[in-house]
């Protein structure tokens, strides 16, 4: 009975991953905390910081930016930033528990198939609190809410999961091909023994 039935095989819990995706968690929270603190301030305070952000420019580059541009690029910059934080946190979280009997799944349509979930939910996470952020904003003195900024958040983000999902693909396909090399230069030995 013993040596005949087979060992069920188990779900490996792993620490770091742990440790890890929850570090990545607390700065998803913490960065959606700093997007929502900035949106807080008032229009003149708004004005200020993005007066004083051109004045840095100008003395480092020797660069003159519009105030216009330098919001832009401020939407652009801080929901990517966030929409990284969130496709990091996502893979941290689902590499915690590692699932050992998942019969006839390949490791490569694995990894593919979990950056799409990835980049789906870190869009989502970044597309809702883009939304909510302008929302927030119309209750701040002197502020108001814009799709235009709402698109703007998500550029920077969708361009991002963009680069991710052709890196990944590009991997997944070098390793696929290095698979089937593999396979064909072992039944190729075979043939000749």
């Not at 570090?23 to 004083?52: H, K, N, P």
């Not at 915690?96 to 990894?111: E, F, N, S």
């Not at 991002?160 to 590009?170: C, F, G, Q, Y």
Request: some cysteine; overall charge negative; hydrophobic content about 50%.
């Amino acid at each position: 009975m013993g040596l005949t039935q087979e060992k069920k095989k188990k779900a490996v819990f792993h620490p770091l991953y742990f440790l890890f995706a929850f570090i990545m968690w607390i700065l998803v929270v913490g960065w959606l905390a700093v997007i929502f603190s900035l949106s807080a301030e008032s229009a003149d305070a708004s004005t200020l910081r993005s007066q004083d952000l051109i004045r840095r420019i100008s003395d480092w580059f020797h660069f003159t930016a519009s105030e216009e541009v330098v919001r832009s690029c401020a939407h652009i910059i801080e929901f990517t930033i966030l929409s990284v934080l969130a496709y990091i946190a996502m893979f941290a979280t689902n590499h915690i528990q590692t699932r050992l009997d998942q019969p006839g799944i390949r490791l490569l349509d694995k990894i593919k198939n979990d950056n799409e979930v990835y980049i789906a939910v870190s869009l989502w996470i970044t597309a809702l609190s883009a939304s909510a952020d302008e929302y927030h904003q119309i209750f701040v003195d002197g502020r108001s809410a814009s799709l235009f900024d709402v698109f703007l958040d998500l550029c920077g983000a969708v361009v991002v999961m963009l680069i991710i999902r052709i890196v990944v693909s590009i991997y997944v396909y070098v390793k696929n091909k290095k698979e089937s090399g593999n396979i064909i230069a072992s039944e190729t030995q075979v043939e000749e023994l």
